[in-house]
């Protein structure tokens, strides 16, 4: 009995260590690269997400209802990247990222844990954030177009336009007369 629990851990340890059987015509390195540019963009979106979650959830002040509809379709849009992010890594035969603890390594995008945060703070902080966003999208597209994925490259332009998008409204939000 020994002998079989060792043979089936052999077994199922080599099928965790193999590669995904992913039929794509990307060279290894061209999916390590990509891998590692969407995951980086999937743990920002996540962490994104949050932050505006958290400050829909702690928006206060006389445009509160504005604002807080406002931040939940963002957090909203936000949301719907993540699985088109991770399935496309997948389908480039590509690991994702696992766990809450994953994503935390991986951002870039920073938490905001304040008890509280004056509203035009948060619309400018989020404002920020999906700038800079933008950015990394781009730079994720230069990696796809490196290696010529451009399916990956073609949702990365819809994203930088949807990124775009909300960093104008937020920006509109928090612009003041001179």
Known sequence: MNRLNSKKSAELQQRRDAPMATRTDLKAAGVKDISAAMNAILADVFALYLKTKNFHWHMSGPHFRDYHLLLDQHADQLFAMTDPVAERVRKIGGLTLRSIGHIARTQRVL???????????????????????AARLR?????????????????????????ERRTWFLFEATRRRS
């Open 139 to 163: 730079q994720a597209h230069n990696v796809c177009d490196k290696y010529r994925d451009v399916a990956t490259a073609s949702r990365l332009e819809v994203w930088i336009d949807e990124t």
């Open 111 to 133: 938490d905001n844990d304040a008890e509280y945060v004056e509203p035009a703070d948060m619309l400018a902080e989020l404002a920020e954030d999906n700038k800079t966003l």
